[in-house]
């Protein structure tokens, strides 16, 4: 009979040794597939966190990039008075309406963009009966040192009264009017002089800061 005994026993025993070789492979292979899965799966999680990271960093870099886009574009527009709605402005005119003041607007002289705006105070504060006379430049004896002799800032929009902003009552036209010139423009410096005349206001702008 083929093959010989001595060849079945070694080839049993080979078939036996192969076959637990097999198995060994098989589970290494086994081992080794669940735990490359779990390092392909902790890599991948590692990258889709770094592109989450990256993601929202480009994100916040567009939003910075547009925000500062249009803090440009509104530095180059001319400043303008903002109401939310028709009905809040006639609402502000009334009020102001209870009280009228006379006003003196001067704006920088040679400064077409500030010239336009004070017109758009003025014709604002003559809609509420304001006595407002047209507003004129800065005299030049005093344009070098305007901020000293007109209690005024620097640059951009200064109020002044004759009380200090501190004994502001509610429905005084004062903090009324600034209020309104702080929502328009962000912000307006409020200035006192005690020489101005009983209800009167004076409105100074220079340049846009």
Same mark, same amino acid.
């Given at each position: ?6 060849w ?7 078939a036996?040794?192969?076959?637990i ?15 490359m ?11 889709l966190?770094?592109f989450?990271?990256?993601?929202e ?5 567009t ?9 440009l ?13 028709n ?15 006379t006003?003196?607007?001067l704006?920088?002289k ?13 014709g604002?504060?003559l ?21 000293e002799?007109? $209690? ?9 009264? $004759? ?5 502001? $009552? ?16 962000g912000?307006?410096a ?15 702008i220079?340049? $846009?800061?």
């Amino acid at each position: 009979m083929w093959p010989s005994e001595d060849w079945a026993s070694r080839l049993s025993d080979w078939a036996n040794i192969g076959l637990i070789f097999s198995l060994a492979a098989g589970v290494i292979s086994t081992v080794l597939l669940v735990w490359m899965g779990n390092v392909k799966e902790s890599y991948l999680k590692t990258h889709l966190e770094q592109f989450t990271i990256d993601l929202e960093k480009q994100k916040g870099e567009t939003a910075n990039a547009q925000a500062e886009v249009l803090r440009l574009q509104q530095q180059r527009l001319p400043r303008t008075l903002k109401f939310d709605s028709n009905e809040s402005l006639q609402a502000l005119i009334a009020t102001l309406k209870q009280t009228r003041f006379t006003a003196e607007i001067l704006y920088k002289k040679g400064d077409g963009e500030a010239a336009w705006f004070a017109e758009q105070i003025r014709g604002l504060l003559l809609s509420a009966g304001w006595a407002v006379p047209h507003s004129a430049p800065i005299p030049e004896d005093m344009s070098a040192n305007a901020v000293e002799k007109l $209690k005024a800032q620097p640059d951009g929009v200064t109020l002044i009264t $004759k009380k200090n902003s501190d004994k502001d $009552k509610p429905g005084d036209p004062e903090p009324i009017l600034a209020n309104l010139l702080s929502k328009s423009l962000g912000t307006v410096a409020r200035s006192w002089d005690a020489n101005l005349p009983d209800n009167s206001i004076r409105v100074i702008i220079l340049q $846009k800061p």
